[in-house]
Each structure stands twice: as structure tokens, then as C-alpha cells.
């Protein structure tokens, strides 16, 4: 085992190159050349997304919640997962996640509590996300984007909770946000 003597900060990375492979509205993808941590000279691909990842658990006061179901491209399978969907770099992610709750669910919340930040793939992306939970729930209608066909379910939460715990959902930000969400319940830090 070599310990390293520099500082756990700093990077270790030397980029001498770097050109731009592809870009859309949504993401952009950059091959750099690199000298990496060990001195040797390689290649490195990093995929910026332009977006902000944006997950909600609402919940009622009968403690429900709500899964989206969804085809998911990249995939090629069936996905359920919490309200998600992405805002810009330079929206209020809050703004963000009241906005596609409405879009997926029709559902406006009178309580937003942000539970969780995380880097989604952090060995090729800069994802980001924001996820909140969402309370004093209030239905509307639906209002879901022209790529999205969606089916919406009203579930108990310890049924969502065993459907991650079964392997049943496989969303990374879904699976987060709802082991973080079963963790604020057992300590009672959710007012319904």
C-alpha cells in the first residue's frame, strides 16, 4: 500500500489537452488528454450535463407517496421511480422540483424540505442533484411533457420502501431519496 503525500484536495490530474466530442442542449461530452495521478499519459471522457437533477418524495398525510412509471430509453425496460426530471444550472432547484411535480403528478405541496444532495456518476459525469421531500399535498391536473408518457401510482411508503429493499426500483436517485426518507421517518424528522 503506497500513502500518498499530497494534500487529499488537491487535484492530481494534469489535463494537456482537451477537445470538445459532442454537444446538444442538453449535455456535452470533452475528451481530455491527461497525465494521471501515477505520471502516466492517457485519456479521460467527461460528460457535463447542462441540467440539474431534481427528485421528490411527496407525501401524505396517510403516509403515501407517489411513483412515476416510465419506458426509459437508455435502459430499454420499464423504470419506477419518484418524481424527477431536471432544471437549469441557474434556476432555484426548489423552483425546479415544484415545477415537475406538478408536470408529473399534478400534485402542489405546501412544505418542501431539501433531504439529499448528490453527484449521480461521478467517475464520468458532473451530474448533480437536488432532492426534497414534499408535504401538505394538494391535487391538480397533470401536466406531463410531450416526450413523457407516464403512469402515476399512489403507494404506502413502507411498500415503496420494500420494492427498493427487493430490487423492484433501480433509479439511483430514487433509491436514495427513499432509504433517506425511510431513515428521517425512524428518527422523526418528517412532519406529514
Known amino acids: 500500500m503506497i500513502l500518498s503525500m499530497q494534500h487529499p484536495e488537491e487535484n492530481p490530474w494534469q489535463i494537456t489537452a482537451e477537445k470538445e466530442v459532442y454537444n446538444n442542449p442538453w449535455i456535452n461530452l470533452t475528451e481530455y488528454q491527461v497525465i494521471n495521478p501515477s505520471g502516466n499519459p492517457g485519456i479521460y471522457g467527461k460528460v457535463h450535463f447542462?441540467?440539474?437533477?431534481?427528485?421528490i418524495v411527496p407525501l401524505d398525510a396517510n403516509l403515501n407517496t407517489y411513483l412515476v412509471g416510465q419506458y426509459r430509453f437508455t435502459l430499454s425496460?420499464?423504470?419506477w421511480e419518484i418524481p424527477e426530471g431536471g432544471g437549469p444550472l441557474d434556476e432555484d432547484p426548489l423552483d425546479a422540483?415544484?415545477?415537475e411535480l406538478l408536470e408529473e403528478t399534478g400534485l402542489t405541496a405546501a412544505n418542501w424540505t431539501q433531504i439529499q444532495t448528490m453527484h449521480l456518476s461521478?467517475?464520468?459525469?458532473?451530474?448533480?442533484?437536488?432532492?426534497y421531500t414534499a408535504t401538505g399535498l394538494e391535487q391538480h391536473e397533470a401536466e406531463p411533457e410531450d416526450t413523457e408518457q407516464l403512469t402515476i401510482r399512489k403507494i404506502?411508503?413502507?411498500?415503496?420502501?420494500?420494492?427498493?429493499?427487493?430490487?423492484?426500483?433501480?433509479?439511483?436517485v430514487t433509491v436514495a431519496a427513499l432509504l433517506k426518507v425511510k431513515l428521517l421517518l425512524s428518527e422523526n424528522r418528517i412532519n406529514l
Not at 50 to 55: E, F, P, V
Request: with cysteine; hydrophobic share 30%.
Open 50 to 55: 447542462k441540467n440539474r437533477a431534481i427528485g
Open 77 to 79: 425496460q420499464y423504470s
Open 97 to 99: 422540483a415544484k415545477r
Open 122 to 131: 461521478n467517475s464520468v459525469t458532473d451530474e448533480y442533484c437536488v432532492i
Open 156 to 172: 404506502p411508503f413502507d411498500d415503496v420502501y420494500s420494492m427498493v429493499c427487493n430490487g423492484e426500483i433501480t433509479d439511483s
